[in-house]
């Protein structure tokens, strides 16, 4: 089992400045994630150096560049990735996560718990039906990681950003062009290539005034 030494070394690449406590919140949720993958598809990735590279340093690499405030929303949130690790980064962060799977659900409430962090709220809607019961866009932020359908999905998120707020999806580079014909509302800045695996990178996008 790593240790703290170990996850920095790992995390290295991404070039993250991260506290003891925060180090230690990621490996309560990493030892969480290992132990309820055996039981539940939380992820395909087994081992947990892997584990830390391709799920934490990939999420986490967006507080390198960004310093996220006020209400994040995350979409499709699966294991946590992106949306409760970057929570565990920004400690005034209050998200949102979007998960319709009640295992996934689970798992999400058990790891906000054991990593101790709160204004963490997890929600079973998929974002169409989310977005139809929202009237006031409220979000600073909205994320997403390893989605498609970004005609329907871009649009539907947008609804829910605060004019000038932030959408940010980890991508692989070859969904790069449909993303640039999801939305004119959508000002994308320079792509963030990863340091490992740079076949994905994050794109940013600023929602324009209406």
């Not at 170990?6 to 995390?11: H, K, N, P």
């Not at 994040?72 to 499709?76: A, E, M, V, Y």
């Not at 740079?198 to 990178?201: L, N």
């Given at each position: 089992m790593l240790d703290e030494s170990?996850?920095?070394?790992?995390?290295k690449p991404f070039q993250l400045e991260l506290s003891s406590s925060q180090i230690g919140k990621l490996l309560a949720y990493?030892?969480?994630?290992?132990?309820w993958n055996r039981k539940i598809n939380l992820t395909s990735i087994r081992t947990d150096e892997e584990c830390v590279t391709r799920h934490f340093g990939e999420s986490l690499y967006l507080a390198r560049w960004i310093k996220l405030q006020g209400n994040?929303?995350?979409?499709?949130s699966g294991a946590g990735f992106p949306g409760l690790a970057l929570r565990i980064a920004f400690p005034d962060l209050a998200t949102t996560l979007l998960e319709p799977v009640a295992k996934k659900r689970a798992f999400l409430k058990e790891a906000a718990r054991v990593c101790g962090v709160s204004k963490v709220d997890v929600r079973p809607e998929r974002l169409e039906d989310y977005a139809c019961q929202s009237s006031v866009a409220i979000y600073d932020t909205i994320t997403a990681r390893a989605v498609g359908h970004f005609d329907s999905l871009?649009?539907?998120?947008?609804?829910?950003?605060?004019?000038?707020?932030?959408?940010?999806?980890?991508?692989?580079?070859?969904?790069?062009?449909?993303?640039?014909e999801s939305s004119?509302?959508?000002?994308?800045?320079?792509?963030?290539?990863?340091p490992i695996g740079?076949?994905?990178?994050i794109w940013v996008g600023t929602r324009k005034p209406d």
């Open positions: 170990g996850v920095r070394a790992l995390l990493l030892d969480l994630l290992l132990r994040l929303l995350d979409i499709g871009v649009p539907q998120a947008l609804n829910l950003i605060k004019p000038e707020g932030r959408i940010c999806l980890w991508i692989g580079q070859n969904q790069g062009q449909s993303l640039l004119a509302l959508v000002q994308w800045g320079p792509q963030i290539a990863m740079r076949e994905r990178e």
